[in-house]
C-alpha cells in the first residue's frame, strides 16, 4: 500500500524565521510528488517534482526532491503570518494520476 | 472564470440519516474526484468519475456512492451516517482526469455528525 508520511506534523515559528517541512514516500511505480498550501478548505496547488535533484522556486518557497532517498522537502524562507497553514504532500497512485495519496500534513503557525 | 463550487458549504445531520454532497467542476473539466478529510488528517480519496464513468475508488464502505452528470457535475451520498463520518468533503475537477497538477479544489463541505 501506497504510503506518504510528513514531518513535523505541527510546528509554529515566528515571522522571519525560515521552516523546513518533510515528506517521505513510498510508492509503486512512481511519477511525481505534489505539494499543497491549505489555508482553510481548499488545498491549493503549489508544486509538482518528477526529477531528482532539481529545485522548483516560487517566491519565498522552494521544493526539492530525492527519489534515491525517497523524500521531498518544502522550504519557506523569511516567514510570514500568511504562511500560517497546513501544508499537504501527496502522490498520485496510478499511471493516470487519478488518486492521490496524501501525507497527514503540516500544520504551520507563524507568530507576529 | 468560476472555480470547482461545492455545496452546502456546511450541513449537520443526525446518525443513521443519509446526506447528499453535490460539486460543479470547473467548465470544461470532466473529471470529478472526491476526498474526505478528517480533522487533523490528510485528505484521503473516496471516489473518481471521468466522462460520467468510475475510474477509481478509495477503501471506503458501500455505504458511500457517487455518480456524475452529464454537464460532468457530480453527487457523493452518503447513507446510514456514522460519527466518524464527520469530516471536510472535497471535490476537485480537473480536464483529463490525469497530471494531479491540474487538479482544482473545490472548498469543501464541512460534515458533522451528531
Known amino acids: 500500500e501506497d504510503k506518504v508520511v510528513q514531518s513535523p506534523l505541527s510546528l509554529v515559528v515566528h515571522e522571519g524565521d525560515t521552516v523546513t517541512l ?16 491549505q489555508e482553510k478548505k481548499a488545498p491549493t496547488f503549489l508544486f509538482m517534482l518528477t526529477s531528482s535533484g532539481i529545485e522548483k522556486k516560487s517566491g519565498r518557497l522552494s521544493s526539492i526532491l530525492d527519489k534515491k532517498e525517497l523524500f521531498s522537502i518544502l522550504n519557506i ?33 507563524v507568530n507576529p | 472564470d468560476a472555480g470547482v463550487t461545492q455545496s452546502p458549504t456546511h450541513l449537520i ?7 447528499t454532497l453535490r460539486c460543479s467542476p470547473i467548465s470544461g473539466h470532466k473529471s470529478v474526484s472526491w ?15 471521468y466522462e460520467k464513468e468510475e475510474r477509481g475508488r478509495g477503501n471506503f464502505p458501500d455505504r458511500f456512492s457517487a455518480r456524475q452528470f452529464p454537464n460532468y457535475s457530480s453527487e ?16 476537485a475537477s480537473s480536464s483529463t482526469g490525469t497530471g494531479p497538477g491540474g487538479y482544482t479544489f473545490g472548498s469543501g463541505t464541512r460534515l458533522t455528525v451528531v
Open chain 2, 35 to 49: 476526498y474526505q478529510q478528517v480533522l487533523g488528517q490528510g485528505p484521503q480519496f473516496i471516489f473518481q468519475y
Open chain 2, 76 to 91: 457523493l451520498n452518503v447513507n446510514a451516517l456514522l460519527l466518524g463520518d464527520s469530516a471536510l468533503y472535497l471535490c
Open chain 1, 22 to 37: 518533510n515528506c517521505s514516500y513510498e510508492v509503486t511505480n512512481f511519477r511525481s510528488l505534489l505539494w499543497y498550501k
Open chain 1, 77 to 109: 524562507t523569511a516567514t510570514q503570518t500568511g504562511d500560517s497553514a497546513i501544508y499537504l504532500c501527496a502522490s498520485p497512485k496510478e499511471t493516470s494520476g487519478s488518486r492521490l495519496t496524501f501525507g497527514e500534513g503540516t500544520q504551520l503557525t
Open chain 2, 13 to 19: 445531520k443526525t446518525r443513521g440519516q443519509q446526506v
